[in-house]
């Protein structure tokens, strides 16, 4: 049944600022040049409406706006937009898009169908002029001037419905990602970091409450951090006070804060951010005065991906966000921060863009039985770039693959078994020297992760080193860790089944010649009827030979 085209309120509106606005000369041609091709397009824009149409479009499409999601925006064609009836305001959005991404052909085609649709002049104008000011927010951005740029974005995104200040935020975030100057974000997060100490000050001020001293550890929390630094094994004396039920909520976050703080003023900047990354397990989504010491302990390290991660995930923790708003904003910072994410992963990354890719064509192999993945060193620290336990048992999961990973610290292996736990699943963690576990174990093989006995490249801190003495008697040696990944790749040899993969972690090319972990487990299964099937994230993924 036809039904008559629906009016809608104008939930897009962009106020830009006052005085002399700035202008591009493609601009104001856009603008001349409408007339030219609106006579179909008017009679058009009187025809009534009859196909079904997506009612969450143009919110969807207003969010990629606010975040500057481009990529995905310009993917609004005419023929999806045509049955519309908000196809005027969608037309100009996917103008702005094509703007921003410098096609201006294709941005000139949807202004003059926002315009044929009845979209308003001056609206058309705002939108356009608001992509002029992105553009000086890039410019500044690439030339330095932190401050300006930041003007320029919060002019991009003014008066907008919704959040202003986390639209600014998203869309600087997106434009610096894009970039590649993520190390220009630090300004950005101490803004939002001033942001958020007003909120948290103001809310105190309301409740006649005094601000709690979050950088002044309790009573004897500096004695019981200094124990575990200094004892004989860090990892140990965590878990027991961890496990021994006295230290609440708070004080773990005190707790893992001072840590950081412990081995940060040692240099071992790998340790700090673990311990780091473990206490924003603690803090609340009501809990501002904690959130925001943690904010500039990540900004203090350089960890900026990290600390936007935090501060989007508090904003979007705001009750005024409805659900959709919410969940769509969170997927489109998700896929605005993809490509940083996949160029800092470890080789983990490789296997994983394997089997999702290929699962369905290796189940018809399996013949109804389980697939089995092992990984040969589980994961230390909760650092980004790792974590490799935790995807790959999250991958497993959801793909119905089972799971084992195996180490000789036994404290990775109490972490992986607690990470088990939280997931839900009956995956096995072992404490075990990965080579004799590959020699002695007789079960299936599908997929191997080959990530252990590290290579000596000179900046070990004094933490890992002191593992190593502790577990094999003896520090990081280049020889052995060569030695050790041979054994475990002529182990999979025998045993990975015939579709099966082994990836190698920490392994490359140089003049030829296998490096680091592969040095001589590649050659061996390169002359025994392995082939490479692909190569990146300082990794290679390797099967059998058709």
């Known amino acids: 049944m036809k039904q008559p085209r629906k009016s809608t309120k104008n939930k897009f509106i962009v106020a830009t600022s006052g005085g002399q606005r700035p202008g591009f000369e493609s601009t104001a041609n856009i603008l001349s040049e409408m007339k030219e091709t609106l006579v179909a397009e008017s009679a058009a824009a009187e025809a009534v409406i009859s196909d079904p149409y997506d009612e969450s479009l143009l919110d969807r499409a207003r969010m990629q706006w606010q975040f500057g999601d481009w990529e995905n925006l310009v993917q609004l064609d005419r023929d999806l937009l045509k049955n519309h009836p ?6 100009l959005l996917v103008a ?7 096609n201006h052909v294709a941005a000139r085609h949807f202004v003059q169908l926002a315009f044929g649709w009845g979209c308003d002049r ?14 000086l927010g890039r410019a500044a951005t690439l030339s330095g001037e932190e401050n300006r740029a930041l003007d ?33 974000a630090g300004k950005v997060i101490e803004q939002s970091i001033g942001a958020i100490a007003l909120s948290a000050n103001a809310s105190q001020q309301t409740g ?10 309790e009573q004897g929390m500096d004695e019981l951090v200094d124990c575990c630094v200094n004892g004989d094994d860090v990892h140990a004396l965590v878990d027991e006070q961890l496990d021994s039920g006295q230290l609440t909520e708070p004080r773990k976050f005190e707790f893992f804060c001072l840590l950081s703080d412990r081995f940060l003023a040692r240099n071992d900047n790998i340790t700090a951010l673990h311990f780091l990354m473990s206490a924003r397990d603690f803090v609340r989504n009501d809990d501002d005065d904690n959130a925001l010491l943690l904010l500039r302990k990540l900004n203090k390290l350089g960890c900026r991906t990290e600390a936007l991660d935090l501060l989007v995930e508090r ?3 705001d009750a005024r966000l409805s659900l959709e708003e919410r969940t769509a904003l969170q997927s489109t910072y998700e896929q605005s921060q993809v490509s940083v994410r996949t160029q800092g992963e470890h080789g983990h990354e490789l296997l994983l863009a394997y089997l999702k890719s290929q699962m369905p064509r290796l189940r018809e192999q399996l013949e109804e039985r389980q697939a089995v993945l092992i990984e040969i060193g589980t994961t230390r620290e909760n650092v980004p770039g790792q974590g490799s336990t935790r995807k790959l048992a999250e991958h497993c999961k959801a793909a119905g693959i089972h799971f084992i990973t195996v180490d000789m610290d036994p404290h990775n ?35 191997v992760f080959l990530d252990a006995y590290d290579f000596d490249h000179g900046k070990h801190s004094e933490r890992r080193q002191s593992r190593y003495n502790k577990f094999l008697g003896a520090p990081i040696d280049e020889t052995e860790c060569h030695r050790m990944h041979l054994d475990c790749a002529q182990s999979v040899a025998r045993k990975l089944s015939p579709f099966g993969v082994i990836c190698i972690d920490d392994t490359w090319l140089d003049d030829g010649l296998w490096c680091a972990k592969g040095t001589l487990a590649m050659p061996y299964l390169m002359e025994n009827d392995f082939e490479l099937v692909d190569v990146r994230n300082r990794a290679a993924l390797l099967r059998r030979r058709k």
């Open 86 to 91: 908000d196809r005027a305001k969608l037309a």
């Open 96 to 102: 702005c898009a094509w703007q921003q991404m410098e």
């Open 122 to 135: 001056k609206l058309i104008a705002q939108l356009l002029v608001a992509g002029v000011y992105n553009t």
């Open 152 to 184: 320029h974005f919060r002019s991009s995104v003014g008066g907008v419905s919704g959040d202003s200040k986390l639209a600014c935020q998203a869309r600087t975030v997106r434009e610096i990602t894009r970039l590649d100057l993520l190390s220009h």
């Open 208 to 217: 006649n409450q005094a601000a709690p001293a979050v950088s002044t550890p």
């Open 315 to 317: 904003s979007l923790s």
């Open 413 to 447: 292996a109490r972490e992986a078994a607690k990470l088990f736990q939280k997931l839900g699943v009956q995956y096995k963690a072992v404490t075990c020297k990965g080579e004799n576990f590959l020699r002695e174990y007789d079960g299936p093989m599908d997929f």
